[in-house]
T-cell receptor, first 116, second 111 residues
Framework: GAVVSQHPSRVICKSGTSVKIECRSLDFQATTMFWYRQFPKQSLMLMAT?????????EQGVEKDKFLINHASLTLSTLTVTSAHPEDSSFYIC????????????FGEGSRLTVL | QKEVEQNSGPLSVPEGAIASLNCTYSDRGSQSFFWYRQYSGKSPELIMSIYSNGDKEDGRLTAQLNKASQYVSLLIRDSQPSDSATYLCAVTGSNDYKLSFGAGTTVTVRA
């Protein structure tokens, strides 16, 4: 199956700093990438949808200036959490679809962010 | 807003038994349906996809889809301790392929 790689898997940062998370599709061209956030014992919450070369579409309640998403190529999308605060601590997971557009998502390994 | 609801857990079954997971969705035009398995601290892993009414079997897993009832289920036969995880139902919409996830059902298989 298609492989999506996410990095870093764990990051600890101080409050007020920015953190960048990378998501790469390794063996396919990801036309669309999705960024999810998951708090403990809760389901995945979609944060934003990004298409290569265009601005990301954010879900209601997600601050676009705080969660910067860049989808510069068909194989790379990045999420930058700016001026992180402890309440931003969460499990962030990227996913991608390929050109078949069946809805099937390929997930990255996830990045656990802890803001001190 | 698409809504996906799953039967509340946790679900505890003895080893070798059948685990039955249910999911209903609100968007009648939904096209694609998926089951993901998520181990604690890990990202979801796709274990089943189904697109048309009826049953789909894959090893010990059987998915059932009934679009008229807006219902999709997953049966895990001969449950093993390694099946202990949270199972997420995911559904696409009628107008796009954006997935909506249910809250998940946590399954524990007792040895």
């Amino acid at each position: 199956g298609a492989v999506v790689s996410q990095h870093p898997s764990r990051v600890i940062c101080k409050s007020g700093t920015s953190v960048k998370i990378e998501c790469r599709s390794l063996d396919f061209q990801a036309t669309t990438m999705f960024w999810y956030r998951q708090f403990p014992k809760q389901s995945l919450m979609l944060m934003a949808t990004s298409n290569e070369g265009s601005k990301a579409t954010y879900e209601q309640g997600v601050e676009k200036d705080k969660f910067l998403i860049n989808h510069a190529s068909l194989t790379l999308s990045t999420l930058t959490v700016t001026s992180a605060h402890p309440e931003d601590s969460s499990f962030y997971i990227c996913s991608a679809t390929d050109r078949r557009n069946t809805g099937e998502l390929f997930f990255g390994e996830g990045s656990r962010l802890t803001v001190l | 807003q698409k809504e996906v609801e799953q039967n509340s857990g946790p679900l505890s079954v003895p080893e070798g038994a059948i685990a039955s997971l249910n999911c209903t969705y609100s968007d009648r035009g939904s096209q694609s349906f998926f089951w993901y398995r998520q181990y604690s601290g890990k990202s979801p892993e796709l274990i089943m996809s189904i697109y048309s009414n009826g049953d789909k079997e894959d090893g010990r897993l059987t998915a059932q889809l009934n679009k008229a009832s807006q219902y999709v289920s997953l049966l895990i036969r001969d449950s093993q301790p390694s099946d202990s995880a949270t199972y997420l139902c995911a559904v696409t919409g009628s107008n796009d392929y954006k997935l909506s996830f249910g809250a998940g059902t946590t399954v524990t298989v007792r040895a």
